[in-house]
Antibody
């Protein structure tokens, strides 16, 4: 069965960088894109961007120009790096596969605090 | 950017009664391939979003048939024919036609 398993919670100071991983299993990793979504506490989710795991192409929402999304295909893992963190980046970050079904990771809480 | 506007923002429903959530997009969601990429998600407390409906009216695998979706132009509706206790949570419409994809504000469903 398709599974996306994300890395654990992180705490960072403002201005730092965080990297979140998303390990996929149960399907051919390179056949699908992986998307990243941010959800701040009590807020609607926001679509950050995606990576085509087959060729590495990426697309980012303009609001998330501080993000880098990439994959390591040998490990069937996608990564989200978010730099220059601010307090407003405190959120749960989700990875998702959205074609031929909808599969989401369990979410990774990133807390930005001074 | 496309703006998705939901109503109501909260809904209190008696078990077994129907519920309806509306969503309006600021522009047409018909993609160049002729499809309309409007989805509905459910998010239970403390859980990841779960897609219920894709392309306006198609239920995802495992979604009970009491959930249905429809459209009228740029207005979209999610209906629950008979609310059950497990339906408590926040419901979001989400458009995947125009980049960046966008969610509505969410509608919180509770049991009366």
């Amino acid at each position: 069965q398709v599974q996306l398993v994300q890395s654990g919670a992180e705490v960072r100071k403002p201005g730092a960088t965080v990297k979140v991983s998303c390990k996929a299993s149960g399907y051919t990793f390179t056949d699908y894109a992986i998307h990243w979504v941010r959800q701040a506490p009590g807020q609607r989710p926001e679509w950050m961007g995606w990576v085509n795991a087959g060729n590495g192409d990426t697309r980012y929402a303009p609001k998330f120009h501080r993000a880098t999304i990439y994959t390591v295909t040998s490990a069937s893992t996608a990564y989200l790096e978010l730099r220059d963190l601010t307090l407003e980046d405190t959120a749960v970050f989700y990875c998702a596969r959205t074609r031929n079904g909808s599969y989401w990771g369990q979410g990774t809480l990133v807390t930005v605090s001074s | 950017d496309v703006v998705m506007t939901q109503s109501p923002l909260s809904l209190s429903v008696t078990l077994g009664q129907p519920a309806s959530i509306s969503c309006r997009s600021s522009q047409s969601l018909v993609y160049s391939d002729g499809n309309t990429y409007l989805n509905w998600f459910q998010q239970r407390p403390g859980q990841s979003p779960r897609r219920l409906i894709y392309q306006v009216s198609n239920r995802d695998s495992g979604v009970p048939d009491r959930f249905s979706g429809s459209e009228s132009g740029t207005d979209f509706t999610l209906k629950i024919s008979r609310v059950e206790a497990e339906d408590v949570g926040v419901y979001y419409c989400m458009q995947a036609t125009h980049w960046p994809y966008a969610f509505g504000q969410g509608t919180k469903l509770e049991i009366k």
